[in-house]
């Protein structure tokens, strides 16, 4: 599949065939998609929750109650449910981590190359911490590139996929011990098959036109 075929194929789905698990491999591969997602600066402030069992999706779906019961079922049904979370900070801990892996991997090959990485980085993170104050906001910026990714991922293997932002974020950070571990929910993706009670896969694609979106100069 095409990149073209892949993204006018792809739709929310509505329902999913429960029981069906999809193959190791394909999950693999969509974790090492999400391991290198880009993020601002290389800052990687995430953190994923992966549920592959009935008791996984039962917990992510303590949190699709009420007002988000429309949701249940698409968690307790699929294959697999992805929470991506954010780091309550960028701490220093974090950056910490962060620079140590990157030399460890190698990135810094010429002199001064890892002070000027560190230096960039802070410089960025200064900014939104005191300037426009928006630490949690560019932070969340950088899971949802991180979920761009999945979905697309997600339909060049064929894996059906429904993003959802319909649960209480108080709930499952309480239920995944969220709190304690300095992180905080921002968006569910369940990954499956979809069943034939999904009305949206034979609905057409509805997007506004290129001149709308598009201007090329």
């Known amino acids: 599949m095409n990149i073209n075929e892949a993204v006018l194929s792809r739709h929310t789905v509505k329902a999913y065939e429960g029981g069906h698990t999809l193959p190791q491999e394909q999950i693999d591969s969509l974790l090492t998609l999400l391991r290198n997602s880009p993020s601002s ?4 402030p995430w953190h994923f929750v992966v549920a592959s069992t009935a008791e996984g999706r039962e917990t992510i779906g303590r949190a699709a109650t009420g007002s988000f019961a429309y949701n249940h079922s698409k968690i307790i049904d699929a294959s697999h449910v992805v929470a991506l979370c ?19 991997d190698g990135r810094f090959k010429i002199e001064g ?12 993170v200064d900014m939104h911490r005191y300037v426009l104050r928006d630490v949690p906001q560019w932070m969340e910026k950088q899971v949802y590139l991180a979920l761009g990714g999945l979905l697309l991922g997600a339909a060049m293997l064929g894996i059906d996929a429904t993003p959802m932002e319909g649960f209480d974020t108080v709930a499952l ?23 034939d009670k999904d009305f949206n896969a034979t609905l057409p694609k509805s997007r506004l036109p290129n001149e709308a979106i598009f201007t090329f100069i």
């Open 86 to 104: 954010m780091q309550a900070d960028m701490s220093e801990e974090h950056l910490s981590a962060v620079l140590a892996q990157e030399e460890a």
């Open 41 to 44: 600066v290389n800052s990687q």
């Open 113 to 124: 190359a890892r002070e000027s990485q560190e230096k960039s980085r802070r410089s960025y």
């Open 173 to 195: 950070d309480k239920e995944l011990k969220l709190r304690e571990r300095r992180l905080t929910s921002v968006v569910l993706v369940a990954l499956g098959r979809r069943s």
